[in-house]
Nanobody, 128 residues
Framework: EVQLVESGGGLVQAGGSLRLSCAAS????????IGWFRQAPGKEREGVSC????????NYADFVKGRFTISTDNAKNTVSLQMNSLTPEDTAVYYC?????????????????????WGQGTQVTVSS
């Protein structure tokens, strides 16, 4: 059974940092794509960052470029999202999603419909 468990959310002041982690289990951590998404109240779920083991690619939404960094620890089956210079606009529930068995040369995608499994989400609140 595939499981994704997010952690690391919380309350932080504007300009601060948080590090989210997604612990994955139930699938091979050799061929996968993992994405981070977020959803603010009343808004659509949007892609934040993603990574693919198939071609080693990473991708970032324009609104987080230069502030967020995605990284992978294959030994721990964990994908992390380091978030710096947070603003109140970053307030949302953050989800990780997985696409196990991604095909060869699959490039990381921010399209939520390309992911098969989702975690329960972790709340990030940035105060002004």
């Amino acid at each position: 059974e595939v499981q994704l468990v997010e952690s690391g959310g919380g309350l932080v002041q504007a300009g601060g940092s948080l590090r989210l982690s997604c612990a994955a289990s139930g699938f091979s951590f050799e061929d996968y794509a993992i994405g981070w998404f977020r959803q603010a109240p009343g808004k659509e779920r949007e892609g934040v960052s993603c990574t693919s083991s198939s071609d080693g690619s990473t991708n970032y939404a324009d609104f987080v470029k230069g502030r967020f960094t995605i990284s992978t620890d294959n030994a721990k089956n964990t994908v992390s999202l380091q978030m710096n210079s947070l603003t109140p606009e970053d307030t949302a529930v953050y989800y990780c999603a997985a696409r196990p068995g991604a095909p060869i040369d699959y490039s990381a995608s921010l399209n939520r419909y390309e992911y098969d499994y989702w975690g329960q989400g972790t709340q990030v609140t940035v105060s002004s």
